[in-house]
């Protein structure tokens, strides 16, 4: 079945960009066929494109958005669905856009969420409409040729739309779908080698690998069960199966795996869902099937999965300890490989001790966001060349469609180690690893009476030069840093629950009105106002 294809014509090119890069339309199933700037220009687009979906301003120079499409539909052409949308709420363009049957109507300025929702909607209209075309197709041509790709195009449409069980019975006989209409269970199958984003096979051989596939699956099955198998995606296929009582889904799902290995010499994992007994819970089915396949990112290629033995595991949130990835970070900073690779393995092992699997998209997310907080780190130092590799990395990473967990995590690990490396050498050969040094050595000492002359001699450098290198690698006069590390380590006790008395002293104060002036000056807040905000009050009621 064609997808949806849409036109958006605006003269503001600001409105087209967000509309285009703010969404991504692809993940929603609908295709930009084209963009137009006036209603002359939208008019050639869409006789052009002929697209499913357009979205229109109405007030344009040349032609309005009101003229193309009465142009369009005073020439009998085709018309697609059309959202107009304008800054002006005249009642007038309402009810002109209601005769030329315009599918909605949306003012200036509109949200991200409401473009969304009104396209999906058109898009869910559309399909409805197509499926009632193929309604009508498949009951008024009867060419046996045809029925093949017709059962296909049935049950592509029915995993993912609701079918009604009084209206399936005559295109099943019509379509000879040897299978009873209750009792289902669906399968989602792929080929694991053409998931891989770096698999990069002939076309021949590809196309041969999903005819074997198929072949081999479908001969499996019609000796044990009557069923269907039919493409989905690239390297993916349905299984819909009407099983006998006694007949062991699981062991058959086995026996596909086994044989598609055996002669056609591909390894597949199959999503299995649970047993349905209507036709309209197939769709049902298959979305288990395929949640079901998702946690193949846990096993690797060559399994198969049961949605029931994941229904039972119950909801997991993954997590890891924060103290880890401070420590990962500092690591990292100071360029310590030895140490972002123990922490980075002791998070991975961490993340998948869990006694049940978590929603692979949430582990992928948790991964991406450590990803996210290393490329922080070293983007900070990173040269031109190497910033560019990072972005390069993290952005694949963000796309990256996963198969296992293993891979995940190495490059994960991958991106970590690699900065590490940097960090290091570049440690090595400036001025970095002394401030380093002077700031490990404040951080251990903000309680005493710190000096220039005390830090400059720990690094064995003069009073002055010091000084100067520790502005211009932190931006900050000593004291001034001194001062901020003092003051964060405040916040830090303030939420752990110590009273503003004690950290006073516990930070080298004598005077709390001074500490209590300092914290406001460098938070905006006083330090009761501060626990208050992140902790709902302040405990004991402390005056300032």
């Avoid at 193949?296 to 039972?312: A, H």
């Amino acid at each position: 079945m064609n997808g949806i294809k849409m036109c958006i014509v605006d003269d503001v090119k600001t409105v087209i960009d967000g509309i285009l890069k703010m969404i991504p339309w692809e993940e929603h199933g609908i295709e930009i066929a084209g963009t137009a700037t006036n209603g002359q220009e939208g008019l050639s687009l869409i006789r052009e494109k002929n697209p499913d979906i357009v979205l229109t301003d109405i007030r344009m120079p040349m032609s309005s958005g009101i003229d193309m499409v009465r142009e369009l539909k005073e020439s009998g052409e085709h018309a697609p669905k059309v959202i107009f949308f304008s800054g002006y709420s005249d009642f007038a363009y309402a009810q002109e856009s209601v005769r030329l049957d315009a599918f909605d109507y949306l003012l200036k300025p509109f949200t991200k969420q409401q473009i969304v929702e009104v396209v999906l909607r058109a898009k869910a209209h559309i399909e409805s409409q197509r499926l009632d075309r193929l309604n009508r197709m498949v009951l008024e041509r009867k060419l046996r040729e045809s029925l093949p790709y017709l059962r296909q195009e049935y049950f592509r449409l029915l995993i993912r739309h609701d079918e009604q069980p009084e209206r399936a019975y005559d295109k099943w006989g019509f379509l000879g779908i040897d299978m009873g209409t209750s009792g289902f269970v669906a399968m989602s199958v792929q080929i694991d080698e053409l998931m891989h984003e770096r698999s990069y096979l002939p076309v021949r051989e590809v196309e041969l690998s999903r005819f074997a596939v198929q072949n081999i699956m479908e001969e499996t099955i019609k000796k044990q069960a009557k069923g269907i198998v039919f493409r989905e995606h690239l390297g993916q296929f349905v299984i819909v199966l009407n099983p006998d009582e006694g007949v062991d889904v699981l062991a058959l799902a086995e026996a596909c795996r086994h044989n598609v290995n055996q002669y056609a010499k591909r390894d597949i994992s199959i999503g299995v869902g649970s047993r349905v007994e209507g036709i309209a819970r197939i769709a049902l089915s298959y979305e288990q099937a395929k949640t079901a396949l998702s946690y193949q990112f846990y096993s690797g290629g060559g399994c198969i999965i049961f949605y029931s033995d994941i229904e039972r595991q119950g909801h997991i949130t993954p997590h890891y300890s924060p103290d880890k990835e401070t420590e990962l970070l500092y690591c990292l900073r100071s360029g310590n490989r030895e140490g972002t690779e123990r922490l980075l393995e002791s998070i991975s092992e961490e993340c998948l001790s869990y006694p049940a699997l978590p929603d692979p998209d949430v582990m992928a997310n948790l991964f991406y966001g450590l990803a996210f907080s290393m490329y922080r780190v070293i983007a900070e130092k990173a040269e031109p060349g190497q910033r560019m590799w990072l972005d390069e990395r993290l952005s694949a990473m963000k796309k990256g469609r996963y198969l296992s967990t293993s891979e995940l995590i190495r490059d994960v690990k991958e991106l970590g180690l690699t900065g590490s490396d940097w960090l290091h050498k570049r440690q090595k050969n400036d001025v970095g690893q002394l401030i380093h040094q002077a700031l490990n050595y404040v951080s251990g000492r903000l309680g005493n009476d710190l000096t220039v002359q005390e830090c400059a001699k720990v690094v064995h450098l003069s009073p002055s030069y010091f000084s100067n290198l520790f502005k211009k690698e932190t931006g900050m006069t000593f004291m001034q840093y001194v001062t901020s590390a003092r003051m964060e380590k405040a916040k830090e006790l303030l939420l752990e629950g110590m009273q503003v008395q004690d950290i006073t002293f516990e930070l080298g104060y004598r005077d709390r009105p001074y500490f209590s002036e300092l914290f406001k000056k460098h938070t905006g807040l006083t330090p009761s106002e501060f626990r208050s905000k992140y902790e709902g009050a302040a405990p004991g009621g402390e005056s300032e």
